[in-house]
């Protein structure tokens, strides 16, 4: 029974992380860096919260959190495709504005700095806690669909081999032919798009939207997508690792035999650990944050 709770707790925990990955391995196998996956899921639960206090309906709710990411990640192609400014540079810029842009707009639509008002979710109280009640969950299928269509998408049909030839050697690619700007502006679009809705996931989850609601989760995604070598299934079997890692930290937290400071810094130190361990062995795509062609 212990080991079905902690189960349940940890595929909810990882769906955000799964959605962001998701999206992070696509815009970095184009050659994009993706640091601004944290500001993508910020403005997507932002606007999942203000379309679903607004419409009533969760599922407006995600669509406006998929159009919310999809605008921030058309920021950064803006400036990182078309400009080609540092991508780095960009992406904390990108983070930064999803920070400010969202508190500006909570205290403008709800009158609150801090908290939006309660807003419909997919969550049902019928359907009781545990497995069951994420069996009802439309978001959590979608968010276990999340990285194997990716990765079909990678490895299976024509836009993946180009996104994938774009990442590695943009310059052999243009030269038979490939629009190297298009296919990189698909990617970081369907990036902040996929990545929104794993802030929509939160916001809906939660039934609310709250000051910095994703708290570094974009960043433990990229880690993610670095600690799995940017292959879609080590990818997503490193967010269910995050994810375990976040569970056992939530379980522990009633232990007042350690202290609870410490027994927070479990998921962030398990990341630098599994960095540390790795990211001297992972080779990324060898254009990834180059902007010539």
């Given amino acids: 029974m212990m080991f079905l709770a902690f189960l349940s707790q940890t595929i909810r925990i990882a769906m955000p992380y799964l959605f962001a990955s998701a999206g992070g391995v696509l815009s ?21 919260a203000l379309g ?74 019928e359907t009781g806690s545990g497995l069951l009640a994420l069996a009802h969950d439309p978001m959590i299928w979608m968010g276990a669909l999340a990285m194997p269509v990716v990765g079909w998408v990678l490895y299976r049909t024509p836009f993946g081999l180009r996104v994938r030839a774009v990442g590695e050697h943009p310059g052999a690619a243009l030269s038979v032919g490939i629009p190297v700007a298009r296919v990189r502006w698909l990617a970081v679009l369907l990036s902040g798009a996929i990545a929104g809705m794993g802030g929509a996931y939160l916001a809906l989850d939660q039934h609310q939207f709250t000051d910095q609601m994703t708290a570094g989760r974009g960043f433990i995604a990229l880690a993610a997508i670095i600690f799995g070598r940017w292959d879609p299934p080590r990818v997503g079997l490193a967010c ?32 630098i650990v599994a960095l540390a361990g790795v990211v001297g062995r992972a080779v990324p795509p060898a254009a990834l944050g180059k902007t010539d062609e």
């Fill in 240 to 271: 269910l690792l995050f994810a375990a890692a976040e569970t056992f930290q939530i379980r522990l937290q009633g232990a007042s035999a350690v202290p609870a400071q410490f027994v927070e810094m479990i998921p962030y130190v398990l990341t």
């Fill in 28 to 48: 970095e196998r184009s050659g994009l860096i993706g640091l601004g996956l944290e500001g993508y899921m910020l403005s997507g639960a932002f606007c999942a």
């Fill in 52 to 125: 679903s206090y607004y419409s009533h309906s969760p599922w407006i709710g995600l669509a406006a959190g998929l159009a919310g990411g999809t605008v921030f990640a058309a920021l950064y192609g803006l400036c990182s495709v078309r400009y080609k400014g540092d991508q780095v540079v960009v992406g904390v810029a990108i983070n930064l504005l999803a920070v400010g842009i969202t508190r500006f707009f909570l205290r403008f639509a709800f009158g609150s700095s801090s908290n939006s008002p309660r807003v419909p979710g997919f969550s049902v109280a």
